[in-house]
Nanobody
Framework: QVQLVESGGGLMQAGGSLKLSCTAS????????IGWSRQAPGKEREIVARIRRTGGVIDYADSVKGRFTISRDNAKNTVYLQMNSLKPEDTAVYYCHGGETIGTMTDVWGQGTQVTVTS
């Protein structure tokens, strides 16, 4: 089974940028649909962006459209989330997750990486 590990989180001022990486182990990574979700304290988990096996973007949350970009490099077993024009409300733990279909893309989760945006 695929295992996912996030990296790239940190502390950033509003207006800045961060790039998160989700690196997978396992030969079947390229067959996985991958998503990024986030959870802020006291709030429900929100799906931020999703990407198909071949790299086509499925969708973005309205809250991040035009600011975040999801991409993947199957040769490197990695999915990225480029986050620009960060806002304090983007502060959350960011998780990548995946599965073989859109309906099962919550099958496997990473441990999460903290993103904190200060005003």
């Amino acid at each position: 089974q695929v295992q996912l590990v996030e990296s790239g989180g940190g502390l950033m001022q509003a207006g800045g940028s961060l790039k998160l990486s989700c690196t997978a182990s396992g030969r079947t990574f390229s067959s996985y649909v991958i998503g990024w979700s986030r959870q802020a304290p006291g709030k429900e988990r929100e799906i931020v962006a999703r990407i198909r096996r071949t790299g086509g973007v499925i969708d973005y949350a309205d809250s991040v459209k035009g600011r975040f970009t999801i991409s993947r490099d199957n040769a490197k077993n990695t999915v990225y989330l480029q986050m620009n024009s960060l806002k304090p409300e983007d502060t959350a733990v960011y998780y990548c997750h995946g599965g073989e279909t859109i309906g099962t893309m919550t099958d496997v989760w990473g441990q999460g990486t903290q993103v904190t945006v200060t005003s």
